[in-house]
């Protein structure tokens, strides 16, 4: 008669497999994920698996009580020591013994999804380049010599199929001691390599090692460097922070950076070691927050703008400030985290994402990594805001990318109340369209203003300013109420019938604020209006670029990302034009989006061939040297803008 059947849940695979068989076997031979460290041996217990007893119609089995072998003394042992879950079996002990159904439960699963806080492009499935494994390595012998580290090789090969691992001297140094502790027995974290890099072992430790190794996802932002501290085994996010980019102090934006760098002959060098030492003490403070040893860093994810990538690298960032733009290099880099002065594990390695054009860099790749446009069924526009707009416009059939010089107005500077978004800023606006009157939320507050704006000043320290989304929204509403032309003039006192409009010199303001004792009056003067149109139409030209390219007139759906993108409101946004017109709901935010993007690269080593291969097949547009870009912007200082429809919108 025929073997007894084996099906494995959720992933429904099957197969006939002989009495005696275990289960995990089974699961390696169906190419079910069942997770194991230490290989069969009943020490890791990352095989647990639920067997299930009773009929199963769907699946045309009935499972009879002894259809597994019963409970062995291996599993005694671990159930007596650790404690196994009830009506668990750790399927390398358990023997197939007649037909039995077998479920994998998520955490035993070699390749888990990471869990993800909302729904995004793309789930992170956890495959990290730095893996952990448990060997048993031949004893020396006499009479067939040969090192210690060529029997772990040996053992690896055998006993895991991971090829030519390789091992640095630091390794050497540690392993004869720790193989005669562990009795023979060593857990070995192996680093799995890549196109360049053959496999490594990053660190050896006796017998079985329960713990984890970590890894660090970076976004270096020109202002700020945030980091998230990753469990390799778990893909959870353990601590994350952030840290001024102290590069601020030689300059404020990106251009001022690079004419430091041309001013000064040591200034690319200060720099570079400026945010390296940011870089290593916010990885410091990580690791103390989450109380883990720094040293069990073990791989590190990059992603940055241009000029950060050269100026991180140690490369002068001289030519990417003059046309034409050119990179010292756009693939991407694989280094040890030692060669850019991270002072984690000393064999740690660093991947940085390659950068699109000299314009568009690394973390637009991690955008487009996250955002997945190339992936996407219809027509996305990702668009990531910040003193540059990176945009993305494409589907399945291709994507295009540029960027497109927006200056720092969005983030609320060159606004006479800009400031920064931070507790006190007015973030939400509403314009009553008939009394012309406003109501305002402020950050840190969840109460609207009375008329007055009474609630939020007392709510909070007081008003303090506008920031980037509340300049958005104020403006929008102004020009919904009438207060403002297409055009982006406000109107006089008699135009508008609201005193809140009044003249100021040459031009008009508007009073959103009356201010008290402790703060002036907030007011919107026709100046912001003008550095926001300025600022919306390079954004909108971009991507009105990008679409001409594409040979369309609209998009499917738009994905604002960036922490500006998460608080702008989308009605708001395409009011003023800033965004082409979509449907109101196919506006969505991604959030950090660039971060996600350098954590998917670390938790997964197949995206990092994949973005490479995305990246050298977008279509880079270069909007500098594109004459239809200027007329697209002169177009789009309009609200929503002068030539282009605005259908939805409309309606
Ligand atoms: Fe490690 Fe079963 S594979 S306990």
Redesign the pocket.
Known sequence: SQDPLVIFTPSGKRGHFPVGTPI?TAARQLGVDL??????????????VTPSFGEFPKHGVTVEEGALSEWNK?EQR?DDIRGLPKGRR????ATVQGDVVVDVPPESQVHKQVVRKRAEARDITLDPVVKLY?VEVEEPDMHEPSGDLERLVTALEEQWEIKGVRADLHILSTLQPCLRKGEWKVTVAVHLGDEENPPRVMHVWPGYHEGTVYGMAVDLGSTTIAAHLCDMSTGEVVASSGLMNPQIRFGEDLMSRVSYSMMNSDGAQEMTTAVREGMDALFTQIAADAEIDKSLIMDVVVVCNPVMHHLFLGIDPFELGQAPFALATSDAMRLRASDVDLSIHPLARLYMLPCIAGHVGADAAAVALSEAPDKSEDLVLVVDVGTNAEILLGDKEGVLACSSPTGPAFEGAQISAGQRAAPGAIERVEINPVTKEPRFRVIGSDIWSDEDGFAAATAVSGVTGICGSGIIEVIAEMRMAGLVDAGGLIGSTEQTGTDRCFADGRTNAYRLWDGDEDQKPITVTNGDIRAIQMAKAALYSGARLLMDKRGVDNVDRVVLAGAFGAHISAKHAMVLGMIPDCPLDKVTSAGNAAGTGARIALLNRAARAEIEDTVRKITKIETAVEAKFQEHFVNASAMPNSSDPFPILRT
């Open positions: 995990l997770d194991s460290v230490c290989g069969g041996r009943g020490i890791c217990s990352k095989c647990q291996v671990y750790l399927g390398c002990q448990y």
